[in-house]
């Protein structure tokens, strides 16, 4: 795990100093009513062979680094800093402690982490829908010696049946040969072409 430093700068601001591999990482932190900001930035400085030490010089903040290629001198400033070419004279500065804690990157990854949402399942396939069953036939209608039927349309009662639709002269016949207007049902006559009831055309 990297090493990682923070402290409290007062005025709302806090710096958090992480050493990843041969780069040092600073980030500087303020805090507003309302608002939170924050910015990165990695210097090459190598590992650190000591722990970092940090300096209060005037309105400014100075961060002392021992690594593995060297001494750093990096300047803090308002939200921004840089790294100094040469060694400040520390005589009147005032020491600041430096508080231990868990890697930036790793928070960063926790938090993360924990508010990543856990995948949707996929919703299970639709079953086909089945078939519908035909529809059973119309029963033939009885009451008392009365039957009728739908298709095709046909009426018995008793010994005599009358049936639409079939018949080529537009009249119905029962089973003794008499003629019946298939319109109104009339008995008709050998011979005539219109009913004498409706009116409607036998041919």
Not at 59 to 87: N, P, R, T, V, W
Not at 124 to 149: H, L, R
């Amino acid at each position: 795990m990297a090493t990682a430093y923070s402290c409290d700068l007062g005025t709302g601001q806090r710096v958090a100093i992480e050493n990843r591999g041969s780069q040092t990482v600073v980030t500087m932190m303020s805090t507003a009513p309302g608002q939170q900001q924050q910015a990165s930035s990695g210097l090459a400085t190598g590992a650190w062979t000591n722990p970092p030490t940090l300096f209060q010089l005037g309105s400014s903040f100075i961060l002392k680094i021992d690594s593995e290629i060297g001494q750093h001198f990096i300047q803090l400033q308002g939200s921004s800093l840089s790294a100094m070419h040469y060694a400040p004279s520390l005589q009147n500065a005032r020491s600041l402690p430096l508080q231990q804690t868990a890697a930036v990157a790793s928070q960063q990854q926790q938090g993360q982490n924990a508010a990543q949402v856990p995948p949707m399942q996929p919703m299970p396939p639709m079953q086909p829908m089945q078939p519908m069953q035909p529809m059973k036939p119309i029963q033939p209608m009885k009451m008392g010696d009365m039957e009728m039927q739908a298709n095709p349309m046909q009426m018995r009662m008793g010994d005599m049946e009358m049936s639409m639709g079939h018949s080529a002269l537009g009249a119905s016949q029962t089973k003794a040969g008499r003629k019946f207007c298939s319109q109104c049902g009339s008995s008709l006559k050998s011979g005539d072409r219109f009913c004498s009831n409706c009116g409607h055309r036998l041919d």
